[in-house]
């Protein structure tokens, strides 16, 4: 039998990348939440004690930019330098401008008809959805995530209170030749810790406080490599071990690196810039048409130009998993979701302040109320191919 492994990772919400893309989109929210029109992009970049905040912006909120950046920091859990940064202490920088006259003119479009909403650039945008885990994610990131996020729990509830916010986790699936999990070769967890904590008992502690509650038992074989700290030591970290920029960690962010990705990163923008919202969709799209039972596994690619309302291609991949003809799907894609960028922001209520709950543990995810994870046109699909059905039936 032949088999194939797939690894993706993932990073705490304490962790240098992570850190800046949550306070891009917390900052991001706090405009939306005053002005749902605002137009934003806001990057950040954290080194020791230094975080830079830039960006272009265009709206009637006031925001106290430098407030949400500290608040942020601190609630993660660098509130002292010995962590990896104090955010009551550290240097702010800010360079926010108000956004190009060029763009807003292709993202406001205005007729005597009707207003239209541009792309706010060009890109390629991709979705992807299977039936592998209850998340209709790959079953690699989705335990990365779920190893990460609780990395981050046991450290905020005491139970290993010697940890540190920095982490990074990694895992790698085998798969046969039908693509199904057969177990897990490999789990990579570098935990940052306070300086003098044994070896060993950080090891035992992660095994039995973060692996063993999150991973299936059937997953774990006598062969499945445990890799804990394995440079023996993780006391210097956070952004005074390492510079921290928005947007940097996109594969985390999606699928773990299973399909491509256009490049683009999300954190910090508006719905305007469709790297972000063409990537929403994508997701949603594809996640209502494995729910639908239509493709064990579907990748939904969209393109857009600068200052166009709608994509310039639609692409379709169910990896042979289809249960329907594929051009009937892409029919089907196209009758029922307005891919237009105003529709795409209507339909997933993208106005509103939602971004900060995205900014850790992937974007793509079932238990914060996403609008791009709902499956509310399952059915819709469903109901659409059999009445097709029907009609080619009685024909």
Request: proline letters at 3%.
């Amino acid at each position: 039998m032949e088999t194939s492994q797939i690894t993706s990772e993932s990073v705490t919400e304490g962790h240098p990348d992570k850190l800046c893309d949550q306070i891009s989109d917390h900052i991001l929210d706090e405009y939306l939440r005053q002005d749902p029109d605002s137009r934003v992009a806001i990057e950040c970049m954290i080194s020791k004690n230094l975080l830079v905040i830039a960006g272009e912006v265009k709206s009637k909120a006031i925001v106290s930019i430098e407030e949400i950046a500290r608040n942020t920091i601190v609630s993660v859990g660098y509130d002292n330098a010995v962590k990896g940064m104090n955010g009551h202490q550290c240097i702010i920088v800010k360079n926010i401008n108000e956004q190009s006259a060029d763009i807003n003119q292709g993202v406001d479009i205005e007729s005597r008809f009707c207003k239209k909403i541009g792309a706010g650039d060009q890109g390629v945008m991709y979705g992807f959805a299977c039936n592998e885990t209850a998340s209709y994610l790959p079953l690699t990131v989705d335990l990365a995530h779920k190893l990460a996020k609780r990395l981050s729990e046991v450290r905020k509830n005491g139970t290993l209170s010697y940890l540190n916010p920095d982490g990074k986790t990694q895992v790698t699936v085998e798969y046969d030749e039908f693509n199904r999990p057969i177990g897990i070769q490999n789990i990579t967890i570098s935990a940052q810790h306070k300086d003098g904590v044994d070896q060993h008992k950080l090891i035992e502690d992660i095994v039995q406080n973060v692996i063993k509650p999150v991973i299936p038992k059937g997953l774990l074989k006598q062969s499945t490599s445990l890799l804990i700290n394995p440079t023996g030591r993780f006391v210097i970290g956070g952004p005074l071990g390492d510079t921290g920029l928005t947007g940097r960690k996109i594969m985390v962010d999606t699928y773990g690196g299973i399909i491509p990705h256009g490049g683009g990163a999300f954190s910090g923008k508006d719905a305007s810039k469709v790297d972000r919202t063409g990537a929403y969709m994508c997701r949603y799209v594809a996640k209502n048409i494995v729910a639908a039972g239509l493709a064990d596994r579907c990748n939904i690619s969209l393109t857009y130009t600068i200052g166009v309302e709608n994509p310039t291609s639609i692409y379709l991949n169910t990896f042979d998993t289809e249960k329907v003809n594929k051009k009937l799907l892409y029919v089907m894609i196209k009758y029922i979701f307005d891919f237009s960028v105003k529709g795409m922001i209507e339909s997933l209520n993208l106005k509103e302040p939602i971004f900060s709950k995205t900014s850790v543990y992937g974007h793509f995810k079932d238990n914060h109320n996403l609008p791009w994870e709902r499956v509310d046109k399952a059915n819709s699909l469903k109901a659409y191919v059999s009445q097709l059905y029907e009609k080619i039936g009685s024909a």
